[in-house]
């Protein structure tokens, strides 16, 4: 019989905590990190620093240069797949998934819908990777929009057929993202970007991206609702484990159970790993976060782009900060409190603010606390 792990929250969040690399001893460098989270999640939004370098910054410290990050793009040791950064050994574990592109056996009303639209722009398909062939890498600026079925969204995607294509076309392992100038993606063949590493079987390599997942986030759910991107389930990885408190069974990386545990003060991104899947964060850490920039002012609770706090293996607040790179400083509008700090606690997050501002080599100003 299969043993049953019994956990208190406590065990479940230190579990989460190490798993991330979030406790007191260091990953030694930005492969490691990587290696252990399996992605760095892009995002355009810079308000402090853009995400894959807060959670860079947050596990290595004010050692860690951005310049690292190029340095691994440049001679793809990371390969940036579907808006996700990933150690290029990585790619050999979604080729078999591409070519079956857009999925095996019954698929849902997206997976048809994007289906039938690529489908129906065959021809500029065909035409980009022609093009791609005899100029790449470009950015998608210089593709040929002949798609003669538009892309149709209420929202920012609206008539983006070229670069809506492109992201389908990572899909099936025919593009992928060679490089970067300035904000723009340079597209190629993925035959001139990807490793030449031999692929997995689909079936195999399903249960290797689930066992790496489990690996990176500790604890995780068997079966959750699918969505595009990264999954938050990690099938029958692991072992199975009931949090007291918490309803329903998880699964756990059994390996980390017997590892002591010292915790410290991070500030995270908003798309870090242990807050990402919010349900996740709300069961275990019984933290609630929300991302507010697409609010009114007047509505948000905790700010614009607001960094969770995590002191020890507790999930205890936010911080709510702009990078004015203008005016120089890194201005501090209130570090939100969900539990009363303690003097060590208030001792430990005020240094974490420091080393994010000497990090970004910005002056601190406070405005004020709450």
Known sequence: MVKVHQLGRRDARRLAVRAQLLSRDRPADLLAVARRVTLLQLDPISAIAPSAHLVL???????????????????????????????????????????????????????????????????????????????????????????????????????????????????????????????????????????????????????ERDRRRLHALGIARSRAPEVPGEPADVGEAGEPAVVEGVRGQWRIEPALLDEPFEGRAALLSPFDRLVHDRVRAKEIFEYDFLLEMYKPVAKRRWGYYALPILFGDRLVGKLDATADRRAGTLLVNAVHQDVPFTAAMTEAVDQEIADLAAWLKLDLTNRSST
């Open 57 to 207: 910054w947050s596990r290595l410290g004010s050692a860690y240069s951005p310049a690292d990050l190029d340095a691994a793009l440049a001679d793809r040791r990371l390969i940036e797949l579907q808006a996700m950064l990933r150690p290029a050994e990585d790619l050999a574990l979604y080729r078999a998934e591409m070519a079956t592109w857009p999925g095996s056996g019954e698929l849902g009303d997206w997976r048809q819908r994007l289906r039938d639209w690529v489908r129906a722009n065959d021809r500029c398909r065909r035409e980009i990777l022609d093009r791609l062939r005899e100029s790449g890498p470009l950015p998608s600026r210089d593709l040929p929009d002949t798609c003669e079925q538009p892309w149709r969204s209420t929202g920012w995607t609206n008539n983006k057929n070229v670069t809506r294509l492109l992201e389908q076309m990572v899909a099936r392992g025919e593009v992928a993202v060679a490089g970067r100038k300035g904000r723009d993606r340079l597209w190629d063949l993925a035959e001139r970007v990807y490793p030449d590493d031999p692929v997995m079987s689909a079936r195999e390599a399903a249960r």
